[in-house]
């Protein structure tokens, strides 16, 4: 059948093998066929006209030529070898220039062979180059490679391993020239004749190979629809079952707890947002229906004691509360945070994390199956199925935006009526994604910082200035403040990023020899780093250099001074967060970031944007629009995690809409989407839900 066809893994595709495969697979999460034929290309490039030499010119952002390699000449020592080869058609010579694959290229490329020639032209000296060129004959393209051209995002690793955008398309060929026609449809045929779409076999064909433009158009507009479509599916239909079947607990005192905290232990006047945003939580769990809220605020709004406030609401009516921080430290700190806020109310507190000992735990487990303890704080380990509470009324979840429903789900298990959650996160949300990523959650928002905070002031310097940089550097030290470096580490360049991490904290070291540096990094344990952090928090340290470990939540007021360095690698949302950990005392801060002299276009505005702005909400619309396709490394780091495959928020809000009207419609028919002609959607949600394809259901 041909579904199963579908189903092959790539491994058995003729030119892939178990290498490529398992590459395929740890970058882009591509397993079967089935997979890459929904691995769409994130442009077109017209390759119909071949180019002169003589045509070039810098802005061409690429061209396509005819010609041969005259001669290959290697350049350079260390890191900047290379090897240069000189290309000519009948109009000039240009050069074409490889990093990687020195020795291979020469027997890859023929000198005196006709190549057509595919690459970005840019200027180096007086002359033009093209780095790491396409080169194939022309007796080599195939049917369809001539018109307009898919170009699919490829990492470094896989162009390592061959696998450049070209390797993927002639795959993809191979692919549909393979399964029987026509691809068996995905909608069922009373949608697909309603909304006037064309097959599922047709657009699959069109996206990678388009017969002409319109054609194209077409089978975008049907696989964007499809993929939104049944995401509001999806959303809807858990809201409506969340809805019908989740009854909650009612909060309905405010007692002792809450009042004796807020009358004499809180040490500031809440925030109007923050009064706002409890009321709205008060409403939630004092109506009968379970509660599900996001909140969202920016960094240093406030969110900590918000949830403590909800939390006493809990206890004040005899239940349990939770918070829930997705690492070590920062559970530390709720812990610390806590328990000195809530000295004097006699509540049982507790923490568990991964690294509790088997002995506490054993302390630990029993008091909470017995209500004894009615605080508990810790990471994920709270999850366990171990991990029984006698009546868990409120859990929060701190920094998070990927808490599921499989999470959740495993949350109603813990009690017989699911308990309410909070859900906080300082990454704003911009609209329309929380519209499709969060359909079924409540938002609060708390849009206003404490009085008293100065907006951290955020500086560009070029790496090549950064002597200036140390005598303001020093005088903030002098006063008693403290200071981060930030260094970038992804996976993609780990070893010398943890070189150039190493060097920088050596460097530091040296410049600023009268003080003491700390460093953390992901690679460290958990203890050390922790150990680490906390050096920093009780000043024993005055300057930490990090990674983006730091990114998360924690919380040193007396941090006043924040230095990232290759900032143009971070993307725009990330930067913010980081931002946000400094700027949380009364003190003036300052976030500088530091970047090399040549930028992209891309990163020059995401610098822009940090230099112009402290709008989380703003940064986050900007980041969503910026963080364009073709580039995967860049998007996996920042902020929001989801995945679509095809469909673009920013762009297909009204594809959007008309997917959730289509998909209510039927709801409203078919609740349960039992009649016949709904099978198909509920086959699909099946299965799209249980291939996590649907990295946004997580969310939800
Ligand atoms: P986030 O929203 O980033 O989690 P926190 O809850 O950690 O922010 O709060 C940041 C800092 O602001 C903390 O030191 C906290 O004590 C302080 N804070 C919170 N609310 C107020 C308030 N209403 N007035 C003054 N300071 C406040
Ligand atoms: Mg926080």
Redesign the pocket.
């Known amino acids: 059948m041909a579904t199963n066809i579908l189903q092959t893994s790539l491994m058995y595709l003729r030119n892939v093998g178990a290498k490529r495969a398992e590459t395929l697979k740890k970058e882009i999460g591509v397993e079967t066929w089935e997979d890459l034929l929904y691995y769409f290309p994130y442009k077109y490039i017209d390759r119909s006209r071949i180019f002169k030499i003589r045509e070039i010119d810098g802005n061409m952002p690429y061209i396509q030529l005819k010609g041969k390699i005259r001669s290959y000449e290697y350049l350079g020592e260390g890191s900047s070898r290379r090897l240069k080869a000189v290309f000519y058609d009948d109009t000039g010579t240009i050069d074409l220039v490889w990093f990687r694959m020195l020795k291979q290229i020469p027997n890859l490329y023929q000198v005196g062979t006709e190549y057509i020639l595919f690459g970005k032209p840019s200027v180096f000296g007086n002359r033009y180059n093209v780095v790491h060129p396409e080169l194939e004959q022309e007796s080599k393209f195939y049917d369809g490679e001539v018109g307009t051209q898919g170009q699919y995002n490829t990492t470094e690793k896989m162009k390592q391993g061959f696998l450049h955008s070209r390797v993927l398309q002639k795959l993809i060929a191979q692919i549909l020239e393979t399964v029987p026609s026509p691809i068996p449809e995905t909608l069922p045929e009373h949608l697909v004749a309603k909304l006037h779409l064309p097959s599922l076999d047709m657009a699959l064909r069109n996206i990678h190979f388009p017969k002409s433009p319109e054609t194209l158009r077409y089978a975008e507009y049907r696989l964007k629809l499809e993929e939104l479509f049944y995401i509001q599916l999806n959303i809807l239909r858990v809201t409506k079952y969340r809805k019908q079947r989740l009854g909650g607990f009612r909060f309905q005192t405010v007692g002792e707890y809450f009042n004796r905290f807020y009358s004499k232990n809180l040490?500031?006047?809440?925030?109007n947002a923050?009064k706002r945003v409890v009321r709205e939580i008060r409403r939630d769990t004092n109506s009968g229906r379970q509660m599900n809220r996001l909140l969202q605020?920016d960094?240093?709004?406030?969110?900590?004691?918000v949830a403590l406030l909800s939390l006493l609401l809990a206890l004040d009516n005899g239940f349990q509360g939770a918070i829930m921080a997705p690492t070590e430290i920062l559970a530390n700190q709720h812990y610390e945070t806590l328990t000195s806020l809530l000295q004097g109310l006699n509540i049982e507190i507790a923490l568990l994390t991964g690294s509790t000992k088997k002995k506490e735990r054993e302390i630990i487990l029993p008091k909470l199956k017995s209500g004894e303890i009615q605080l508990l704080i810790g990471t994920h380990a709270l999850l366990e199925d171990t991990v029984d509470f006698n009546n868990l009324g409120l859990i929060v979840v701190d920094e998070q935006h990927r808490f599921g429903v499989a999470q959740r789900a495993k949350l109603w298990k813990k009690n017989a009526v699911a308990p309410h959650v909070l859900v906080?996160t300082?990454t704003p949300i911009p609209r329309t994604l929380a519209m499709t990523l969060y359909g079924d959650l409540d938002v609060s928002v708390?849009d206003e910082l404490?009085?008293g905070r100065k907006p951290v002031k955020t500086i560009h310097i070029y790496s090549e200035r950064r002597q200036n940089l140390y005598a303001s550097v020093r005088r903030q030290l002098q006063a008693g403040r403290q200071v981060y470096i930030v260094y970038p580490l992804i996976e993609e360049s780990e070893k010398s990023d943890m070189e150039n991490l190493e060097a920088g904290f050596e460097q530091t070291k040296q410049i600023f020899s009268e003080y003491r540096v700390g460093m953390v990094h992901g690679k460290m344990k958990a203890s050390e780093k922790d150990e680490e952090m906390q050096r920093f928090v009780s000043r024993q340290t005055q300057i930490l250099v990090a990674t983006t470990v730091i990114e998360v939540?924690v919380?040193v007021?007396n941090a006043s001074v924040m230095i990232i360095e290759n900032a143009e690698r971070f993307g725009l949302s990330q930067l913010h967060q980081l931002r946000?950990r400094v700027g949380?005392g009364a003190d003036q801060s300052v976030c500088i970031l530091l970047t090399r002299y040549e930028l992209s276009e891309n990163a020059r505005r995401r610098i822009a944007i940090m230099t112009e702005t402290n709008d989380g909400f703003l940064i986050a619309e900007e980041d969503l629009k910026l963080r364009g396709p073709g580039d995967i490394d860049g998007t996996q780091q920042s902020g929001v995690a989801f995945h679509l495959k095809i469909a673009d928020l920013t762009h297909d809000s009204q594809i959007l809409a008309q997917a959730r009207d289509v998909a209510q419609e039927i709801l409203d028919d078919d609740p349960f989407l039992e009649k016949p002609q709904n099978t198909l959607l509920l086959q699909q949600l099946n299965k799209l839900n249980s291939e996590h394809q649907m990295g946004w259901f997580m969310i939800s």
Do not use: C, D, H, Y
């Open positions: 040490p500031f006047e809440l925030t923050q605020g960094v240093g709004s406030g969110k900590t004691l906080m300082a708390i404490p009085p939540g919380n007021p946000g949380r």
